[in-house]
């Protein structure tokens, strides 16, 4: 068999012996190279994708946070309206409620106001109608006694009540 290994060995140019030993010394840079290098990088690679994956899980979390909080803000901004809204129409309602009680008290105080005034008016109209009965009476009285101080003749009494006409006419 020394042939035979000298054969290949010659036909290939490798020793059987050294293909071992190097396979061997391969095999043993491997497991150290897997247990000093391979595992440390396959942890740092597992713990670099666990982070990545815990950062996608967190944006998914903040995402669906800002939705729910996105619908509350509508849900509240809807709200705000509504009230917004129940406000302006209770104002509203208040103002049309106060504009009628307002013009009804004006309503009343002019009419107070125009029924003062008329009695007032009455009043001062029935004070002058009594002056010029006094004053009336009075030149009645006058032109009564000239009458019969004197005989009175068709002239004279036309005379009389022209001058009665004109002195009635200066009083009022």
């Known amino acids: 068999m020394p042939e035979f290994e000298s054969a290949f060995e010659s036909f290939v140019g490798v020793n059987p012996w050294t293909a071992l030993f190097t396979f061997c010394n391969m095999m043993v840079t491997f497991l150290v190279l897997r ?33 729910e909080l996105e619908q509350q ?15 302006l129409r209770q104002a509203a309602d208040r103002a049309r409620a106060r504009e009628a009680e307002i013009v009804a008290e004006a309503k009343q105080q002019a009419r107070t106001l125009r029924e003062s005034a ?30 019969v101080e004197r005989e009175v003749r068709e002239q004279d009494h036309q005379a009389l009540i022209d001058e009665f006409i004109a002195h009635v006419g200066d009083a009022s």
């Open 35 to 67: 247990h000093f290098l391979f595992q440390p990088v396959k942890k740092m690679i597992d713990d670099r994708q666990a982070e990545i994956d815990a950062m996608y899980a967190q944006a998914d979390a903040a995402r669906q946070q800002a939705a």
């Open 73 to 87: 803000y509508q849900a509240r901004l809807e709200d705000v309206k509504q009230e917004s809204d129940a406000l």
């Open 118 to 147: 008329e009695a007032q008016i009455a009043q001062e109209k029935k004070k002058a109608v009594n002056e010029l009965k006094g004053e009336i009476g009075g030149i009645a009285m006058e032109i009564a006694s000239q009458v």
